[in-house]
């Protein structure tokens, strides 16, 4: 016979009850779960993200308990009576259910303030998916009937409130919170930090009124809610009412059976969470511990473990609540934790406020200042997650490092205890974070969360499980993930080889198969630079545009004041006076800003979104095409002019210079390619600080690779000397070739050659010596590049679709953006500075030349 | 206003304070387009599910009108827009900054939007 447990409630300690349940009982037990909302339980704390459009499936917690053969659920049959002699329970549609043990986690029914009016159309409370889906229904239909924004207003400005605040004016409608206390969240915040909050709340355009009392809710001449009545003698008009008074416990079926229930509210629970009849329990917000009922889940989970324990034959008790919260609304921070009204004999407070930032934080300390007690962090609650579970602990350190903003004095990095409570909602350890990497095999935050339930309910301790997982990977010695981001697991090399394995060609195959959601910008370029190099596709062709940053999207460098920078291809550095003239022309007609670059070529800068397609018509026809310096791809072939015109020059580097410039432009590489020929020893080309440098000897092409320039300077080292021209190519390009493969996002030919196995030696077993026998894969790789490459600007110029993208507007398509200046500086132009725009600086507007095109 | 609504041989009207953007048909998925509001600018993003969103071209960190020009992807589920400037990135439905590259916290205005006969619209002075 099995151990019959009844669940009267289906909300998130009852599920907590059940999960725990399954996962240790090695008893043989049946569990019956009686909700009433029609829904399988839901993340009830995170119900505002219903507004960012998470859907009720979004919320579900996880449904796999109620798959376990021992748990019955019935999301729609609520209980209607209890019997404690039979000890049986019996719902609404008449179906008895004997139990062992009986646990009441009906929770609570939002309150409505006992005034006139509170029950009218129009006016909502806030607790459950069906409350938002019909307040949601409600602002739409309002809002298309009145064509204006609707005016929302919430009574109550406690947690739930500024939620419901922040809710409404996700969905365009105006906002005012009345609040009848002197404060906002008056429960978690002392007189000091809720003002800071409301200047807070007030400066994302909700209005705040506190000592705001309501006496009654009016009605207008359809019967629906139309305006509020204060105290003062004030009416405020409302379209639609909210209602964040408070919550009452659940507690009809307990006191119809005479189970001792709190005056207030609430069944009374001892510290083994069991009722006044040893077989019944309760947990969460329908029970009352030392006289209180709480509205947070941390208690819930809590007690469901007790019970739990209590079902199982254990002693677990419940140790009272921890009251620590943090606010979810988007762009304010608050965070109440432990004593933060410093009730403690002998506590001290130590505040920080900064009232231009809006920033107010507060920690309570013990008598001797060592240990924390409890804390207020408002308008930057970044420390919430290593400071809470610090509470009941020694500080360490100066306790005024933990408040003063990021960025000055270091916070104290001791580390954190085993026994530190870092998840309260789930209450999970330090200790028990470190164990699950360390002997469950977790190798991420995600899996952390998934094994130890840590972050999995509000979230606030995310980044602490992190930095935990993090460290205690390291200290294991084990890679932390080299995942692109969260879309995709696999590394750009992994990435590459599997596209080019499974031969998908667009954005949305690749990321189906390989990885999850919908990108972001990390992995879409480096797909995209994938794509381009194993499609040979236009970089702007259908869906793949959607990859591209600004600069490989309009084909030009973006610079710091939202222009462009345009760079034609001079091959090896080479400019006829004719082409050279065109340019000098493109740049005095379009006002451009002009500069020799270190590669030996043009940048024409400041040439506006809807300048570029008639600059590039006009250097397109006089021949020139893309220099690709926006692109992850060949910038130049730098060369000096070697031996046609040189006097010490051993053999012809510009022309080299030229061909392998032709040869390799327009290729997409995880980073910029540069490359360098030298005609002589002297070096002028400067070749050695490229990705290839050649330098000519008697003997033939020396050639030099993995250099690097900026910030961190490498030599280039030499990888065969003495080459003919077409074994200097075809050595080349297969270097380039297996570069583009293995290397990581974002990573050069330098630290790429270093991190690579054997290094050069490896490197040239593989392109010289064939020994991974790829080197026919390679070559025919670079050919298809060759044959497939043409210019892209001459191509999009003579397509209509892409030219589309140019337009400044959609609206006004050839409008210059009003927010550009320039002033004068050495005969040209320059972006103004802030000071200057604001000055009264002479400011040169652009120029709104119109081109025949 | 209310018979306009309702009234099927007419076409439904917004209030004069809604102005009308451009065609639907003109936004690319996932490509976002600016929008000239006055002296303001809108950066407009069609999602692919359909859903449109509008928030501030101007980027706060750069100071340049630019964000319509980003990367739109998501973060955890939630559509996120990345500045082409110095990649902060935003969530597109609340404006907050949701990866502020070491910088402090700043976010984009949201701008209301509505589609009617395959128009797009955004309410003059409705940012917040």
Not at chain 1, 402 to 425: F, K, R, Y
Not at chain 1, 607 to 614: C, H
């Amino acid at each position: 016979m099995s151990t019959r447990i009844v669940v009267i409630g289906a909300g998130m300690a009852a599920h907590r009850l059940v999960d725990s349940l399954v996962t240790r009982a090695e008893e043989r037990l049946s569990v019956t779960v009686l909700g009433d909302e029609a829904r399988r339980p839901y993340d009830r704390v995170g119900l505002t993200r219903f507004f960012d459009g998470d859907s009720a499936e979004d919320l579900a917690l996880p449904a796999t308990i109620f798959a376990d053969p021992r748990v019955t659920l019935h999301e729609d049959d609520p209980a209607t009576a209890i019997d404690r002699g039979d000890r049986t329970v019996t719902t609404a549609s008449g179906v008895v259910h004997p139990y062992d043990h009986l646990v009441l986690a009906t929770g609570s029914v939002a309150a409505r303030p006992p005034v006139e009016g509170a029950e009218l159309p129009g006016c909502f409370v806030y607790r459950t998916l069906e409350d938002v889906g019909s307040l949601q229904r409600h602002v739409q239909e309002r809002a298309t009937a009145l064509d204006r924004p609707v005016r929302g207003v919430v009574v109550g400005g406690g947690l739930l409130g500024l939620e419901a605040a922040g809710a409404l004016q996700g969905m365009d409608a105006e906002a005012t919170v009345l609040q009848s206390s002197d404060r906002l969240m008056s429960a978690q915040l002392d007189l000091p930090a809720g003002a800071v909050l409301r200047r807070l709340i007030e400066a994302r355009g909700i209005a705040v009124r506190t000592e705001a009392r309501t006496t009654a809710l009016r009605p207008g001449p359809d019967g629906a809610v139309e305006s509020v009545v204060l105290r003062e003698g004030d009416e405020l008009p409302a379209d639609l009412v909210v209602l964040t008074v408070g919550v009452r416990p659940r507690d009809e079926l307990a006191r119809a059976v005479g189970l001792d229930c709190e005056e207030r509210g609430g069944v009374r629970i001892d510290e083994a969470c069991t009722t006044s009849d040893p077989r019944v329990h309760a947990i969460g917000e329908v029970a009352a511990f030392e006289g209180q009922c709480v509205g947070l889940v941390a208690p819930g989970f809590a007690m469901a473990e007790v019970v739990c324990d209590r079902i199982l034959g254990g002693s677990a008790t419940f140790a009272g609540y921890d009251l620590s919260t943090k606010l979810k609304l988007s762009g304010v921070d608050v965070a109440s934790f432990g004593d933060a009204f410093a009730t403690t004999p002998g506590a001290l407070d130590i505040v920080y406020t900064d009232p231009v930032a809006g920033v107010h934080k507060k920690l309570v300390l013990s008598d001797d200042a060592k240990t924390l007690l409890g804390g207020m962090l408002v308008g930057d609650a970044s420390a919430y997650g290593a400071l809470r579970p610090l509470v009941g602990g020694p500080l360490g350190g100066d306790p005024a490092a933990h408040l003063l903003p990021a960025g000055g004095l270091s916070a104290p990095t001791s580390e954190l205890p085993d026994e530190a409570i870092v998840c309260s909602c789930s209450s999970v350890s330090a200790g028990a974070i470190r164990h699950a990497v360390r002997e469950q095999g977790c190798t991420d935050a995600a899996g952390v969360t998934a094994c130890t339930k840590a972050g999995a309910t509000c979230g606030s301790c995310t980044v602490m499980v992190k930095s935990l997982v993090t460290g205690e990977l390291v200290k294991l010695g084990k890679a932390v993930t080299t995942g692109l981001c969260e879309h995709v697991d696999l590394s750009r090399r992994q990435l590459f080889d599997a596209v080019h394995v499974s031969g998908l060609t667009t954005f949305s195959a690749v990321i189906e198969r390989f990885g999850r959601g919908r990108g972001c910008d990390v992995c879409k370029p480096v797909l995209a630079s994938i794509l381009a190099v194993l499609g040979g596709e236009h970089v702007l062709d259908g869906e793949n545009a959607t990859l591209q940053d600004t600069n490989d999207h309009v084909m030009a460098n973006l610079q710091k004041d939202g222009t462009y920078s345009v760079v034609p291809r001079m091959p090896g550095g080479e400019v006829t006076p004719e082409g050279l003239i065109v340019v000098g022309e493109v740049a005095r007609d379009f006002g451009l800003y002009t500069k020799i670059t270190g590669g030996q070529r043009v940048d024409m800068l400041g040439a506006r979104l809807e300048q570029l397609p008639q600059i590039w018509q006009r250097l397109v026809d006089a021949g020139f095409e893309s220099g690709h310096a926006y692109g992850k791809s060949l910038r130049t072939v730098k060369s000096c002019v070697g031996s046609a015109w040189c006097r010490y020059g051993v053999l012809d580097s510009t022309d080299m210079a030229v061909r392998l410039e032709l040869r390799y432009r327009g290729l997409r590489a995880p980073h910029k390619l540069k490359l360098g020929v030298s005609g002589c020893a002297r070096e002028c080309a400067e070749a050695r600080s490229k990705d290839a440098g050649i330098i000519a000897t008697a003997q033939g092409w020396n050639l030099y690779v993995g250099g690097n320039g900026g910030a961190t300077p490498r030599h280039a080292e030499l990888l065969a000397e003495g080459l003919d021209d077409d074994t200097l190519i075809r050595t080349l390009d297969r270097y380039f070739m297996y570069y583009l493969r293995t290397a990581d996002k974002l990573q050069r030919t330098a630290p790429w050659l270093e991190a690579l196995d054997g290094g050069i030696d490896g490197l040239r077993a593989v392109i010289l010596e064939d020994s991974l026998g790829l080197a026919a894969d390679l070559d025919a790789a670079m050919a298809r590049h060759v044959e497939n490459y043409r210019d892209e600007w001459a191509e999009t110029l003579a397509d209509p679709a892409k030219l589309a993208r140019f337009r400044s507007f959609v609206n006004a398509p050839t409008t210059p953006d009003p927010g550009l200046a320039h002033v004068p500086e050495r005969g040209q132009i320059r972006p103004a500075r802030p000071e200057e725009r604001d000055g009264d600086s002479v400011l040169i507007a652009g120029t709104t030349l119109e081109v025949r095109r | 206003m209310t018979t306009t609504l309702t009234t099927p041989t007419l076409a439904p009207q917004l209030a004069a304070n809604w102005e009308r953007l451009c065609p639907l048909e003109d936004l690319e998925v996932e490509r976002g387009r600016a929008a000239l509001l006055g002296e303001e600018q809108v950066a407009l993003f069609l999602l692919p599910g359909g859903d449109v969103r509008a928030v501030d071209n101007h980027d706060p960190y750069s100071g340049a009108n630019v964000i319509a020009r980003g990367i739109v992807g998501s973060r955890g589920g939630r559509p996120t827009i990345a500045s082409p400037m110095y990649k902060q990135v935003f969530d597109l439905r609340s404006g907050t900054c949701v990866d502020t590259r070491g910088k402090a916290v700043k976010r984009l205005r949201v701008w209301p939007v509505r589609t009617l006969d395959g128009d797009l619209y955004v309410l003059r002075g409705g940012a917040r």
